[in-house]
């Protein structure tokens, strides 16, 4: 049996939300990254087996804020997604339009030669 190193480094963020209520809630949002290694003097891989934690306070710190959108943000976004549907429309239609047209014209050419 050949002997084993873990390592786990984790990173903890301090965290804040301001619900649109008033409400606080501070918690940490956390990331974790794991690595793990055979252990052999005979490869030349060096290390001492075990399971190893490594923690990173982070120093910065991050705040959500929840806020409600009017309702002209919202029309605006339907809008928007209205307009961008028709232009889609508008190029599917040209192109299909402009490949039909060639279709036609050698189908012509061939009738013609």
């Known amino acids: 049996m050949r002997a ?3 390592q786990h480094y984790i990173k903890i963020v301090p965290t804040t939300y301001y619900r649109s209520d008033g409400a606080q809630l501070q918690t940490n949002q956390f ?8 252990i052999s003097g005979m ?3 060096s290390g001492m087996p075990g399971v190893f934690f ?4 982070s120093p910065l710190m991050v705040k959500y804020t929840e806020k409600t959108k009017s309702f002209g943000h919202f029309a605006t976004n339907i809008c928007a997604i209205i307009g961008g549907v028709f232009t889609v429309a508008g190029f599917v239609d040209t192109f299909l339009y402009h490949s039909v047209r060639v279709i036609q014209k050698k189908q012509e050419l061939g009738k013609l030669g």
């Open 43 to 45: 490869n030349g891989e």
């Open 54 to 57: 490594s923690y990173e306070l």
């Open 31 to 38: 990331s974790v990254t794991r690595l793990s290694r055979k």
């Open 4 to 6: 084993m190193m873990f």
